[in-house]
Structure formats: structure tokens, C-alpha cells
């Protein structure tokens, strides 16, 4: 059998474990990160790709493609730029975005809010709900299919929702809850 009807080895640029959409469940988004997704795949296809492209072309006229690290390095990226491509593309299909600035003023948690909580221990967290695509620990943005988004949904400021853990359940204390201004 020839090489062209052999699978491509991809074990070094194995597809990245990205969030699962739930079973049914919708891919909501605020509209800053529809736009920080979209921003990245015009990015994709305007500039980076194209660069790319061009610098694969430039390695494949010069000969031998085997040792020629510009050409394998560039088809590996054009590859994982195509992923890239696709993931973004399928995800914007299907997002459906939600303004959290509709919520302003209220007391309850939905999706997009900002919430202080304080745990049984005393430590106090600030977290606000966003999207699957667009959640961020490190920034305090949580996704709203988290154990924590789940525990805080629909609960009103001043209520004690429980967060169930590995470890038993944790009580939480809502202190606030912010949206942005519309």
C-alpha cells in the first residue's frame, strides 16, 4: 500500500481537550467573548494563515521537503491553525449570546453576573459566570456548567446555597451581585 493511503502520524499535535458543550445544553456567551472569539478567527484566516502559507510555498521550491524544517514546521502549524479554524467556526454556529447588562440592578444570579460569596471558613471569593469558551480561573470567570456556577444560579443575594464537593458539601453566603451597566 502506498504512503498516501496511510494515516498521518499526529501524535505531537494531538487536539487539545477543549470544554464540553452539556448534553442539550445551549453554548451561551456574553458578547465580549463572542467578539473575543470572533476577533481570534479573523485573525486565523486574515493574517496568520496566509503567513503561513507563505512560508510553507517558500520551503517547498526550495527542494528537499524531508530535512527542510520550515516546510514540516509549517505544515504542522497550518494544521493546528485549521483546528484552530473549525473549533472556532462550530462554536460560533452554535453560540447563543446573552447580555448579562439586561440583569443590572438585580439581586438574583444569572448567567454574566459577578458574585461575592463567603465560604463557611470565612474565605471570601469574587466570581463572575461566563461562558464555556470563555471562562478564565485565573481572572476570576468561572463557567456557568461549574459545580460553583451551578450551586449559585437563581439564589438571591443574602442566601446560603450548598456546593457539593468531593469532600462533602460547602456552604456558601451570597454578599453581592453585579452586572454591568447596559
Known sequence: MSKAFTKES?????????AALPPGGKNYITPAGFARLKAELLEL????????????????SNGDRSENGDYLYGKKRLREIDRRIRFLTKRLEIAQVSDPAIH???????????VDYVQANGQRQTVTIVGIDEADSLAGQISWVSPVARALLKAHVGDEVALRTPGGSVMLELLQVSYPAP
Open 10 to 18: 499526529e501524535s505531537d499535535d494531538e487536539e487539545p481537550e477543549f
Open 45 to 60: 484566516i486574515d493574517n496568520e494563515r496566509p503567513r503561513i502559507v507563505e512560508i510553507v510555498h517558500w520551503a517547498a
Open 104 to 114: 443590572h440592578g438585580s439581586e438574583q444570579v444569572f448567567f454574566g453576573a459577578t
